[in-house]
Nanobody, 124 residues
Framework: QVQLVESGGGLVQSGGSLRLSCAAS????????MVWYRQAPGKERELVAT???????NYADSVKGRFTISRNNAKNTVYLQMNSLKPEDTAVYYC??????????????????WGQGTLVTVSS
């Protein structure tokens, strides 16, 4: 079974830092771009940062200069380093990716997969 497992969320004061991790597990053949989204209470889900398989990164304007996305392809893991956190960064953070995996019949399959989400709370 292929899945994304996130970790690293928690409660932090304004100005603080957190590092989120998202690890893909299963019989994975290759992973395309990896993406972090977030959803604040009462708001729509928004894209936070994207990193390609070649580690080219893009960010939402609201987090540029404060957040850094990175990935370790050997570990099938994406990270989100969040610095200078603000109360408005409070949200559930989700990772997302499209990947190819090998199923039980040894066939290559495409899958879009989401993590379960990790809550980040920034107090003022």
């Amino acid at each position: 079974q292929v899945q994304l497992v996130e970790s690293g969320g928690g409660l932090v004061q304004s100005g603080g830092s957190l590092r989120l991790s998202c690890a893909a597990s299963g019989t994975i053949f290759s992973i395309n771009a990896m993406v972090w989204y977030r959803q604040a209470p009462g708001k729509e889900r928004e894209l936070v940062a994207t990193i390609t398989s070649g580690s080219s990164a893009n960010y939402a304007d609201s987090v540029k200069g404060r957040f850094t996305i990175s990935r370790n392809n050997a570990k099938n893991t994406v990270y989100l380093q969040m610095n200078s956190l603000k109360p408005e960064d409070t949200a559930v953070y989700y990772c997302n990716t499209e990947l190819y995996y090998i199923d039980y019949a040894r066939a290559y399959r495409y899958l879009e997969v989401w993590g379960q989400g990790t809550l980040v709370t920034v107090s003022s």
